[in-house]
Every structure is written in C-alpha cells, then in structure tokens.
C-alpha cells in the first residue's frame, strides 16, 4: 500500500464507525487470529468514478490500519454487461489513487464452486427449479404490503430439481426458460428473501469464461459467497445493500461457510454530479461527452485527465467521512481540496487566454531582457526561471477597457498598472479596426520600476500578466465548468430526462492562447497555475508542436463576482 503516512494518521485520528466494529471485532477475537481481510469489488460494466474512490479508500485503508490486506475483486456475474475494456480501467484507476491490492480475483473464478454449492443447496431441499417466466415471478412477489405466492413448482423433488438445474448448466434450456431460487420464505417482510432467484439461464459469452458456461449466478448469490472463498472478514459496501443483507447472511449460514460480515456506509453523491455508471455510460454512447475519459465526467480517469490528483482526492474523501445515513456533498468541498493540492504543487506560468496586443512605446525597439521568476512561491524549493520581456507583449483582453466601469482598477488609458514582476506601465492611446474593436493598447514604462518594483513609492492598484509576443507559444485552451447545471441533476420532472440538465456550456475552447515560452516543454499530465487564471494541466491530444491545455479549474475570482453583482 503506498498511502502518505500523514493522511493515514488523518483517517486514524477522525473517529468512523467502521473502524469501531472492526477494533471490537480485532479486541474479541470473532475471527480468532485471521488478518482483517476486505476487498473492493466493482463490475466491470463502467469506468470508475468518484463514489467508488470513496469505496475503495474505505477498504483499503481501514484494512491497512489492522495489518490487513485488501483484494481487488471484479464481481464479473453479468456477461451481457462486461467488458476487458472496463477490467483494464478499474485496475489503473485503483492503482492511480494509490492502492496496491493483496489479490486480483473474479467472482467467474468461483463458478465451478458456487455450482457445487448451489447442488448443495438443492441436496439440503433449500433451492429448487422454477419453471415460471420472469414476469410470473415478478407477480408472485407480492408487494411491501401482501405476502407473495408460492410457485407451483416450489415442492419438486430433490430429484427433479437436481435433474433439472444439471441441464440447465448443460445448456438444454433457452434463456428465461427456468431458474433456480433459493427456498426460503414467501411471506417474509423482506421481498429479497421470497425466494430469491440464484441463477438465469444466459446463452453469453463471459469476457473471461467465454462459453463454458450458459447459467450465470445472481449477484446476492455470488457476492456473500465470493467474499466467504476469499475469507474477507468485512465487506464493506454503500447503504443500498442494506436490504439484501439477510440473504447474505442466509446463504452463508446455510452453506456453514466462512462467516464474512456485511456493513454498509453511506454512498457518496455529491452536487452538480451524476454517480451512476449507467447513466455515465449512456453520456459515452450517446456521444454527449468524448468518452468515459472526458474532463467533465466524474470518473476517476476524466478527472485524472481534467488534472485531478490522488492526493487531493483521498483527502476529499476522508474528510467527507463515512456515516449511515445518505447525504450530498457540495462539489465546492471537492474543488477546495482540489486547489489546496496544487496551489502547493503546481509551478507557476504565465499565459494569456484572450490575447490582447500592448505596445511599450518608450521601450527600445529590437531590446528584450529576462526577467526572473519564482516557480512556486508557495515551494521555495521549486525554484526560478527567466521570462522573456520585450516592447510588445499580450495581455488578457479583460485587463483592459477604454472607459473603465467603477471599481475597476487594472488598465484603462491614464492609469498605471504593474505587468508582473516586470515594470510599470501607463496606457495611453489604442488602435482599433474598421468594425471598432481594440486591436492595440499603446502604453508608456517606468524603466525605474524593473522587477514590478514601485521606484518612489507610488501605488498602483493592480498587477496583470503578460507574455511576450515575440516569445510566445501559441495553445489551444479547453475550458471546462460543470457538466450539469443543477445541484441535483438526477432529480427531473415525470417524462423528463437527467439530459435536460446537461450544462450547454461546460465546455469553450480557445484556439490561440499565448503562453510564456518555458510551457514548450510540458508533457502531458504536467500541471500548472497559470497566474491569475486558474490551474490547467497538458491534455494528451497535445502534439510535439501544439499544445492543449485543460482547464482544472479556475483561482477563485472575486472580480466576476462584484461585476455580476453590479449587472444584476
Ligand atoms: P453504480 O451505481 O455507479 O453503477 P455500482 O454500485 O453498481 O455503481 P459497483 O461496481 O457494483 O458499482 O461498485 C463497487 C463498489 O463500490 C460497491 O461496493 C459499492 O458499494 C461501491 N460504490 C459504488 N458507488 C458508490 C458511491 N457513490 N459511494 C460509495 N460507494 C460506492
Ligand atoms: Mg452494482
């Protein structure tokens, strides 16, 4: 396991109620000398988001903190659903946010045995076959309020049922044609125990098993018994499991298997987001989003690709905390973790997303010089570099406006701003087009104030970044903002759809940013704060000769703040 020694110390001292039940558990000895053991088991049917990294910090780390060890188990039960695509991911995913896992397992590793149990089962008159269609089934059932219906087929033969389920497995059935159930209570208060169905019928090829086999065991079938074969003393899952506990518990009590214990915590949801794979797959295929890696999405490998960091992730996590009851979590949690990271991480730049030509007329034509800047100045260690500076720089085209609305203190013509750490400027005159837009600001230096440095004294209220023309790079920018534009984007209106809530503009691309020439040497994945805007991080698509940058997310900007307050 490779977690920072700091955050475990944070997780250890935060109290849980998870960490309780597996102290007392270690204090009695329930499982007498066995390590604690517990795994994360995801289907490989999606990509893994941001809820299931709360899941697997859960596991691995509580594990970690009793000396014991976590699998990494893909409960792979639903052929039609999964894919070695899905496998792949989840195991870089896993990896990226830090955990290492005991063992890689399968629940289609145990299928030979969940077989032979199943027999067992039959054997003790505790499963039977039933011959009813699904729909059949479904109306048996009952409801909350009336005890469901016996199948006619409930007092087969040992036999019979034996017979029947070996067929089954031998393929001489069509799909839906029988099940297996489990025998248990038709009037129980809880309908996951009218028995429940243990294995379909599915002519699938499985992407492991291929077609060897045309049953497939349900979920609560395999799950229980997956962790029992695998010893896990807690299995650890989100609250919506809660109900299907006394059937867990069921098949392993009636198996006399290896006692692992079921405990639910709550599921992480948190606002602007949708954490569901199915809904996240349906994003990908209808192509909504570029895939399941796209910086908006809420999965692990979107986010990795947005320039989210493990670190700030697990300490999102663990700060948002485990509890038994559901809640939400406002993404502004998220993204102060997300920022607290990389302010102290990312080198600092310069870049100029709307570009806007500014000519230092009393500057030397054909002179440059460097200026020296600090990397990080939150990392004395990160260094300096040298920034190129000459007559003709780009500025933001919001740093300047001809005639200034009050309260805005950067350039406007007459006032003096500093360029950071480079000199003071005065804006004098500008040069538009035909159509009337500014296309040059024409300003005046101090050469007294090199370095950003007031000569005398004198203030000014403002400092804005700058790059020059000259020794720019020109980038493609991809600014994004939320995906969803309601706080609760799974809530919709009767004949609505979560689409509706879709942000139509989480995402603008600027196609000619000019950054400050050391940015030529990024590679992919490198992380920055570009000053005064925000944090981007290198998006693959980049080639050798252009660059394209994320937008991670922006510094928080108060000025946005005061003009919508003014507008509105
Ligand atoms: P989804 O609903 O997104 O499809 P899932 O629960 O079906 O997710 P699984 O692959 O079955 O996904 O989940 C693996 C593990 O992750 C389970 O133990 C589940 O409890 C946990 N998990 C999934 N989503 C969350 C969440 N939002 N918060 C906490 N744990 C989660
Ligand atoms: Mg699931």
């Known amino acids: 396991m490779t977690i920072h020694s700091s955050e475990s110390q944070d997780s250890r001292t935060s109290s849980n109620f998870l960490r309780d039940i597996i102290a007392e558990d270690v204090c009695t000895k329930k499982y007498g000398d066995a390590v604690i053991q517990t795994r994360f088991p995801p289907e490989p049917n999606g990509y893994l988001h941001v809820g299931h990294a709360k899941a697997i910090c859960i596991n691995f780390i509580l594990a970690d903190e009793f000396g014991g060890k976590t699998n990494l188990r893909f409960d792979d039960t639903n052929p039609e659903k999964e894919e070695q695509e899905y496998v792949d991911s989840i195991q870089r995913d896993v990896r990226w946010l830090g955990f290492e896992w005991e063992r890689l397992c399968y629940a289609s ?102 077609d060897e086999w045309c049953i497939y065991p349900m979920y609560d079938y395999a799950h229980g018994q997956s962790d029992s074969v695998e010893r896990v003393t807690h299995s650890m899952c989100s609250l919506e499991f809660a109900d299907h506990q006394p059937l867990y518990r069921w098949f392993i009590e009636n198996l006399g298997i290896f006692p692992s214990q079921q405990i639910e915590f709550d599921r992480l949801s948190v606002t602007y987001t949708l954490l569901s794979k199915r809904k996240l797959l349906q994003l990908v295929q ?237 590679q992919a994945g490198d992380q920055f704060q570009f000053e005064r805007v925000g944090y981007f991080c290198v998006d693959p698509d980049s080639s050798e000769i252009r660059k394209v940058f994320n937008r991670t997310l922006p510094l928080k900007d108060s000025w946005a703040k005061i003009e919508k307050k003014a507008g509105a």
């Open 286 to 522: 209808e192509k909504r989003v570029s895939g399941w890696d796209d910086p908006r999405m809420p999965t692990l490998s979107g986010m990795r690709r947005r320039g989210f960091t493990p670190e700030a992730l697990r300490a999102f996590v663990l700060t948002a905390g485990v509890s038994r009851t559901n809640g939400i979590v406002d993404i502004e949690m998220l993204e102060h973790f997300q920022r607290d990271d990389l302010n102290r991480r990312a080198r600092r730049a310069m870049a100029v997303l709307r570009p806007l030509k500014l000519v230092i007329d009393n500057y030397p034509e054909g002179q440059q010089e460097f200026v020296e800047v600090a990397n990080n100045p939150e990392d004395p260690t990160a260094g300096t570099r040298q920034v190129p500076f000459s007559r003709e720089i780009y500025i933001e085209q919001d740093d300047f406006r001809e005639v200034p609305p009050p309260k805005y203190y950067r350039l406007s013509p007459g006032k003096e701003v500093r360029l950071r750490n480079a000199y003071f400027i005065t804006a004098q005159s500008v040069i538009k087009d035909a159509t009337g837009s500014i296309v040059e600001v024409h300003c005046t230096y101090d050469p007294a104030s090199r370095g950003g440095n007031s000569p005398d004294g004198r203030k000014v209220k403002s400092t804005i970044h700058w790059v020059s023309t000259a020794h720019a790079i020109s980038a493609e920018i991809r600014l994004y903002d939320k995906l969803f534009s309601t706080p609760d984007p799974g809530d919709v209106p009767e004949g609505g759809s979560f689409l509706d809530n879709l942000n139509p503009a989480s995402l603008e691309i600027l196609a000619d940013a000019k950054l400050e020439p050391s940015l030529a040497e990024a």
């Open 109 to 210: 590793d145990y299928f030979g045995q969940l077989y032979e149990w199943a027999l067992q089962l039959i054997r003790a008159g505790k499963a039977y076959v039933d011959d009813l269609s699904a729909e059949e089934i479904r109306q048996h059932r009952g409801t909350l309020t009336e005890p469901g219906k016996e199948s006619p087929f409930r007092n087969r033969a040992i036999a019979e049922n034996l017979d029947l389920f070996q067929r089954m497995k031998a393929g001489e059935f069509p799909d839906g044609s029988r099940v297996l159930r489990a025998k248990i209570d038709m009037a129980s208060p809880n309908l996951n125990m009218r028995d429940p169905v243990m294995y379909r019928i599915l002519h699938a090829t499985h992407h492991r098993t291929g």
